[in-house]
């Protein structure tokens, strides 16, 4: 497997003090304190029901739509890995892997998964991902994209990474402009997007948009909404 996408090798999935420090140091420093914080009690959270559970099912629902069969799948931000353990039910044969800033959330999902053979959790950020080129046939990145530092950044290595015609499924709460209200800081209101300023994101990016979608709704009120994208042939 660690050939096969350009893992490292295990027993390397946790990186060297030198490393991590300089990765905690392109993550935001509050955005790793407050998930390493969160990591052990994340798959207990209340939010899990309400929130994030509603958001898996449906990204995995539309990704067996619009990538069936996939061989290799990547989940950016994977937190404690629940969306790729999902995964693992729906496509037993996949090659599954995660990759996450938090060394927390990396620990608790390596922990959840110590026996399979076909997931595996890294440290890293999405902005530098440690996967050779055209690696995976389908991305996820799941509440995750609005956090990152340098999102140009880190949806071109998302299309690096991704084989000609694969697809990524982008899920987050950044185009609802009323969302805004709860990002208090200039820097982090930023990281919102109308969804043509997405569009136009993913396309420099070399990814082309395929849809919206509805990913999670209260009633009336829009919670999460995910774009599709499929990368170019180059
Ligand atoms: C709200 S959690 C969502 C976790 C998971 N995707 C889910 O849906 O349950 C956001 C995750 O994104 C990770 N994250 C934030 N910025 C990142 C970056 N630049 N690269 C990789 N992971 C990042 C955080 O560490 C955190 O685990």
Redesign the pocket.
């Known amino acids: 497997m660690a050939v096969e996408v350009g893992l490292p090798e295990r027993g390397q999935d946790c990186l060297t003090w030198r490393e991590v420090r300089s990765l905690g140091e ?3 420093k509050g ?2 304190e407050h ?1 390493d914080r969160w990591a052990p009690r ?1 798959d207990r959270s209340l939010a899990q029901p309400l929130f ?1 559970g509603p ?2 099912k449906n990204a995995l629902r539309l990704a067996a739509s619009l990538a069936p069969a996939p061989l290799r799948v990547l ?6 890995g ?2 790729l353990r999902l995964t693992g039910q729906q496509l037993p044969a996949a090659e599954l892997v995660g ?4 060394p927390e ?1 990396i620990r608790m999902a390596q922990r959840a998964t110590r026996d399979s053979a076909t997931v595996r959790f890294i440290q ?4 530098s991902l440690p996967f050779r080129d055209g690696a995976f046939d389908l991305v996820f ?4 994209f609005h ?3 340098d999102q140009t950044r ?1 949806l071109s290595e998302v299309s690096r990474v991704l084989a000609p015609g694969g697809v990524l499924l982008l899920a987050d709460n950044f185009v609802i402009p009323s969302h805004r209200v709860f990002f208090l800081g200039k820097e982090r209101r930023a990281r919102f997007h109308t969804k043509r300023e997405v569009e136009a994101m993913l396309s420099k990016a070399g990814l082309r948009c395929f849809a919206w979608h509805d990913l999670h709704r209260f009633g009336p009120l829009r919670m999460v909404i995910g774009v599709s994208a499929y990368k170019l042939p180059s």
Do not use: K, N, P, Q
């Open positions: 392109r993550m935001r955005d790793r998930f994340y994030f958001v898996y989940d950016v931000g994977c937190g404690t629940r969306l990759v996450d800033g938090s959330m890293g950020l999405a902005e990145s799941t509440i995750s956090h990152w530092a880190g």
